[in-house]
């Protein structure tokens, strides 16, 4: 199963671009690389995925280097309303199986004004 | 179109005794689970299910047991409710139409607390 490690926490303010890394050393050829974010008292909510390179959506960029051993999430210009717990996840459902889908601690991200 | 619901929001449950947590998704997705939050875990996987009638042990399963019997519900049971089993739950659906990742919707979550 790909083990995940992400940082804790981290800080920024308002309008900078924050990137998050997550190393995940023994991902698996078919493994995907995905991320959810997390409001208090809410449920996860789906942000990006990607296999490799470059994957960019409406709100954020996600890149991935050749040898898929990390990624790093890109939030452009934060506002305060993305403070928020961040996860990466590393796996593939197949068939059905859940295997390698681990949230984890995931990386608390606090924006300031 | 509601998206996943859960019953109820909060519970207080006394050691010992049983509940069910219900969760309704109206979205015909195939896949559904249960998870628990706690702080400073993350969230961690209890069960899930696959499609009607089908169900899978995840990753802390003891204690808990699920049912599928309509493709749109996922139940989760407490038989003998243990203050560790104090939490938030969190009910998840997703679809086979979307690999490789099965994006998953989410739930508000049932905040349980035995004493």
């Known amino acids: 199963l790909a083990k995940t490690t992400q940082p804790i926490s981290m800080d920024s303010y308002e309008g900078q ?5 997550c190393s995940h050393n023994n991902i698996a050829t ?6 959810y974010q997390q409001f208090p008292s ?9 296999y490799k390179t470059k ?9 991935i280097p050749a040898d898929r051993k990390s990624s790093t999430l890109s939030l452009p210009r934060v506002s305060l309303s993305d403070t928020a717990v961040y996860y990466c996840l590393v796996g593939i459902y197949s068939g059905g199986g859940a295997d390698g889908l681990t949230f984890g601690k995931g990386t608390h991200l606090i924006i300031q004004p | 179109n509601a ?6 929001k909060f ?21 559904m689970y249960w998870y628990r939050q706690d702080p400073g875990m993350g969230l961690r996987l209890i069960h899930y299910s696959v499609g009607e009638g089908t169900t899978a042990k995840g990753e802390v399963p003891d204690g808990y047991n699920v049912s599928r019997l309509k493709k749109q519900n996922f139940l989760l049971g407490l038989e003998s409710a243990a203050p560790s089993q104090t939490s938030v739950y969190f009910c998840a659906s997703s679809s086979t139409r979307d690999p490789p990742h099965y994006e998953q919707y989410f739930g508000p979550g049932t905040r349980l607390t035995v004493t």
């Open chain 2, 11 to 31: 519970r207080v449950l006394k050691t010992g005794q049983s509940m069910t947590l219900l969760c309704a998704q109206d979205m015909n997705h195939e896949y």
């Open chain 1, 42 to 50: 809410q449920g996860p909510r789906f942000i990006i995925q990607g």
């Open chain 1, 17 to 21: 671009e924050v990137n998050i890394t």
């Open chain 1, 55 to 63: 994957v960019t959506n409406e709100v954020a960029s996600l890149f």
């Open chain 2, 3 to 8: 998206g996943v619901t859960q019953t109820p």
């Open chain 1, 30 to 35: 078919n493994d995907y690389i995905t991320w």
